[in-house]
Each structure stands twice: as structure tokens, then as C-alpha cells.
């Protein structure tokens, strides 16, 4: 099949798909109380895409009530860990079943390029889910050594009902991350998806329930951040919040855990990350193209985004001109057309938001290498060119703050001390990334770097089994592997006297 047929498919299949838009409680969707919608606009075209429903405090109160009722009804907390499991890799079967439609519903809500939503962003969803069904049966709890009278049992217990707020940039992914372990570990779940995302999550639900998972255990209630989401952080019902969103958002939350009832609080937030290039390191034209991946897939909106390139002044120019080769190859292009690999940015004001940074940039003195413009007007959609920044110094605005777009900020440095300086010196510490032919190097930099996720000699390997967070104002505690059981279970300590 052709290119061009290849992507007028996915335009009738977009033609033809039903947008599911409302909220979906205690097992069945239903518009919000108040009636009240908000709009979601295609950002590859700036057309009207759904009008879905705006959850307020009244529709978040049901939510969280359907989910306690199911909790304590025992219907999914009480079951074996086995017969969860069970439930769990059905879930995640219906998903890889579903690939195409959910890819489609990703891809129209948040502009990525359908190529990514197939390979990437439906898959490690399914991935995730299966993970954690397999896991939740071969967990054991523990038997302290307190001696011969006495007894004392260590067990985790699921924390009861769980708020999920989520960002847009993985839609899906970002919310397999809460909703694996969440439910695995036999809690109730509210999931807030973002506003300018909600359409996967919606479907999602559907997807739960014909897997078995029962009524009330998983709610998506889609709402602006206000009053939505800052209804479920204040709720008094609701007994821990797992954020993924901005730092200035995380901030809120706590602040809500604070005002209301202590819940426990989990959050990932934002990062501007590092990329450390070592004139040593061999294989120049690699650590190149995974340098431009690093800020340029998904349009640059990655947390872990390796937005700083701090790069060794001997060998600037010549990684900047490898640099400025892959992201010419890089043209941003229709979403629905399997050949694009740059999509479109989220929404208008996103995209605004980082024209801004591009002029910033400009006005504190860096020079724009390559890229820098909106392209594609004409279509009605939100693209913005893959953007190399030279001449960047620490100081300056796009060096310090998350664009969340496709910007990459170049700063030289001249000796290893320097690059470990300039890299910490910032409010985020998410991931970051060292590539050097010295082993010595690589685990001096590596341990110095004040991040959750280091890199060495690649940037973004990936695997559910590791754990993924941030270090400073990029967040509390961990998403993925078996650490995430921590954020979504109590630890309680039983004595028993055997005297
Ligand atoms: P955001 O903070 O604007 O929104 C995130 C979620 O919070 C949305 O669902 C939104 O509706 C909700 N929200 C907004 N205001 C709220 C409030 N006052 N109370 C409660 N909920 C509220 O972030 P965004 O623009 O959706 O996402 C981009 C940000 O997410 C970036 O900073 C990015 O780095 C971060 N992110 C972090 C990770 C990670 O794992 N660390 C992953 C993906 C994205």
C-alpha cells in the first residue's frame, strides 16, 4: 500500500469512528450533572473534534462514591491476587485487540503521528497492564524476626480509593502507569485524564469492564484541572492522588492533600534535562541522532525530553551540523500519514507557548541554528518546526524553564566538572544523559548527575521493569517496576502473642 493510500485509510477510519464523550461511573458512561461539555479541537487541523463531558464537583463526588462502594463491597480488593491477574491480562489483551482504534483516538486528540500511536504509545499501554497482572501473584508478604513468642506479620494492603490526575503528551501510557499497579495492588480507581486528551482514557473504560473488572472499580471522569481535578485532590473520600502533570500543578496538589485529609500524595512532574556530550565518545554521529530523538520524538511535549544539549566546545560545531541533519529529516507533517514522524503540537495555546520560548530565546541572545517558525498554517493545525538553539548560556530562560516542545538548547562547556555544574543547576532532576568513551567518566558524571534516570551512551531506554521519577521539583516517588506498589498500598505490622 501506498503512502497516500496508507493515510487516506486512516482518514476514513477517522471518518468513521465513534467518539465516545462522556464520563464513565459505576460501570456506565453518563454525561456530567450539570450537563455542561467542553470542546476538544484537532490539532492537526484546528478543527472542532468532540464535545465531552466537563465533570464538576458533583459529578467527582459520584465517582469517588461508586468507587468507595466497590471497595468496600470487596468486589475486586477481595479477590485473590490471582483472580486480579486474570481479569488484568484480559484488560491488556483488549487493548493490543483494540490497536488500531485506540491509536486512532490518540492521534486525533493530541496531534502525534499515528506511526507512533501503533508502535509506541497503544503497545507499552497494553505492556504495562500485563506487567503488573503477572506480577501481583508472585509478591509475598513478610515474617519479622522478633523472636520465639511472638509473631509479627508485615502485609500490604491496597490503600482504599485512588484519584489518577494525567497529562496529555501519552495520553494512554501515562495512565497505564497509574492504573496497572492501582489496580493490581486491588484498589478502587477515579482517573482524571486531561482535557485535552480525554478521548483514550474514555474508551478505556469500556474496555475494563468487558475484561471483567467490576462496576464502580474504574471511573474516568474527563474535566478541566478546575474544578475537576482539584475536587478529587481535596476529596476527604479519596485516599492517595497520583499526579503526572507540570511542577507548578504538582504544587497544588500537595497543597490540597494539606487542606483536605493527608491523602498520600505521588507526583511526576516536570524536567529540563540534560544531554552531556563528551568530545571522547566515539561514535559521534549515534550520540547525534539520539540527541535530536531525545528532544523531537512526540514533538518534544517528554518530560524526559533531553532538552539542555551540553556539549564539549571542541567538538560543538561538528555535533551541531549531525544534530541539524537528523532534524531536517524531520519535517512536520498530517498526523494521519504513516510517513510523518513530527506531528502536531496539542493545541493552540501549547503551541503559542512555545513560540514564545523560541522568541525568548532569541531575545536573550542565542542564536536560532535551525528550525524556530510555525509551519504549516495553512492547515489549520498547530505545528512548530524542529528547533536547534546555539549559543545558549546557563542563565537564560530556555535553558532553565520546560518548553515542552521541540527546542533544543545548546550550551558548550569546556572540563567534565563544568558539565556536572551547569547540568544540576536547575530546579528539575528527571533524567539526564552522559555519552563518553571513559568508564571512569561515565560512572563519575553518572553519580554526580541529580537525576532519577541516567543515561549512559543512549538517551530514553526503556522498560517497565525500571523504575521512572524525579529527583528536586520533578516529583515524589515512583512510577513502573514493582516500586510502584509503594505508592498505591499501606504496610501494616500484625503481632500475634504466642505465649
Ligand atoms: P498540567 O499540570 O497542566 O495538567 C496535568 C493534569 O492536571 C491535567 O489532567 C489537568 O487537568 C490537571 N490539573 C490542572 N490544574 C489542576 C489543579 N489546579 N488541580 C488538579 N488538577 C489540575 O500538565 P500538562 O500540561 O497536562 O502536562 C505537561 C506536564 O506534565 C509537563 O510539565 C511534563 O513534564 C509533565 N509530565 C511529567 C511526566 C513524568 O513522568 N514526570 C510524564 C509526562 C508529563
Known amino acids: 500500500m501506498s503512502a497516500e493510500t496508507n493515510s487516506i485509510s486512516w482518514h476514513d477510519r477517522a471518518q468513521a469512528l465513534t467518539l465516545r464523550t462522556q464520563a464513565f461511573i459505576g460501570g456506565r458512561y453518563v454525561d456530567s450533572i450539570s450537563g455542561a461539555t467542553f470542546a476538544r479541537v484537532n490539532p492537526a487541523t484546528g478543527q472542532p473534534l468532540a464535545q465531552v463531558a466537563a465533570a464538576d464537583t458533583r459529578d467527582i463526588d ?76 508472585k509478591i509475598y508478604d513478610e515474617v519479622a524476626p522478633t523472636g520465639h513468642d511472638t509473631l509479627a506479620l508485615i502485609t500490604r494492603e491496597p490503600l482504599g480509593v485512588i484519584g489518577a490526575i494525567v497529562p496529555w503528551n501519552f495520553p494512554l501510557i501515562m495512565a497505564a502507569w497509574k492504573i496497572g499497579p492501582i489496580l493490581a495492588a486491588g484498589n478502587s480507581l477515579v482517573l482524571k485524564p486531561s482535557e485535552k ?38 476529596h476527604m473520600d479519596v485516599d492517595g492522588i497520583a499526579f503526572t502533570g507540570s511542577t507548578a500543578t504538582g504544587r497544588s496538589i500537595m497543597q490540597y492533600a ?69 532534524a531536517r529529516t524531520l519535517v512536520p507533517g498530517d498526523p494521519l500519514d504513516p510517513q510523518t514522524r513530527l506531528g502536531a503540537i496539542v493545541d493552540e495555546g501549547q503551541m503559542k507557548r512555545v513560540l514564545s520560548y523560541i522568541d525568548s530565546g532569541k531575545r536573550e541572545g542565542a542564536a536560532v541554528r535551525f528550525g524556530g517558525k510555525r509551519v504549516r498554517e495553512e492547515s489549520g493545525g498547530f505545528y512548530v518546526e524542529p528547533t536547534v538553539f546555539d549559543g545558549v548560556t546557563p542563565r537564560m530562560q530556555i535553558a532553565r524553564e520546560e518548553i515542552f516542545g521541540p ?69 515524589i516517588g515512583r512510577d513502573k517496576s514493582l516500586h510502584a506498589f509503594d505508592k498505591y498500598t499501606e504496610l501494616k505490622t500484625t503481632w500475634i502473642d504466642l505465649t
Open 197 to 234: 486528551s480525554p478521548l483514550s482514557a474514555i474508551r478505556l473504560a469500556e474496555l475494563a469492564i468487558e475484561a471483567g473488572i467490576p462496576d464502580g472499580v474504574f471511573n474516568v471522569v474527563p474535566g478541566l484541572g478546575l474544578p475537576a481535578g482539584k475536587a478529587l485532590a481535596l
Open 62 to 137: 459520584s465517582a469517588v462514591a461508586a468507587a468507595r462502594a466497590a471497595f468496600e463491597s470487596g468486589s475486586w480488593s477481595k479477590q485473590s491476587p490471582s483472580a486480579r491477574k486474570k481479569v488484568l491480562q484480559k484488560f491488556a489483551e483488549l487493548i493490543d485487540a483494540n490497536l488500531e482504534e485506540l491509536a486512532l483516538l490518540e492521534t486525533l486528540d493530541t496531534g502525534k503521528p499515528i506511526r507512533d500511536s501503533l508502535a509506541v504509545d497503544v503497545p507499552a499501554t497494553a505492556r504495562c497492564i500485563q506487567w503488573y497482572a503477572e506480577a501481583i501473584d
Open 258 to 326: 494539606g487542606q483536605s485529609n493527608l491523602k498520600r500524595v505521588s507526583l511526576e512532574c516536570g524536567g529540563k534535562s540534560p544531554n552531556i556530550v563528551l568530545a571522547d565518545y566515539g561514535d559521534l554521529d549515534r550520540a547525534a541522532t539520539a540527541a535530536a530523538f531525545a528532544i523531537f520524538f512526540n514533538q518534544g511535549e517528554m518530560c524526559s525530553a533531553g532538552s539542555r544539549l551540553l556539549v564539549q566546545a571542541e567538538i560543538k560545531d561538528a555535533f551541531l551540523d549531525k544534530v541539524q541533519n537528523v
Open 407 to 475: 527546542v533544543l538548547s545548546t550550551i558548550t562547556f569546556k572540563t567534565v566538572d563544568e558539565a556536572i555544574k551547569i547540568a544540576n543547576d536547575v530546579v528539575y532532576g528527571l533524567a539526564a544523559a552522559v555519552w563518553t568513551s571513559s568508564l571512569t567518566t561515565a560512572h563519575r558524571v553518572s553519580r554526580a548527575l541529580r537525576a532519577g534516570v541516567v543515561y549512559v551512551n543512549c538517551y530514553d531506554a526503556d522498560d517497565i521493569t525500571v523504575p521512572f521519577g524525579g529527583f528536586k521539583q520533578s516529583g
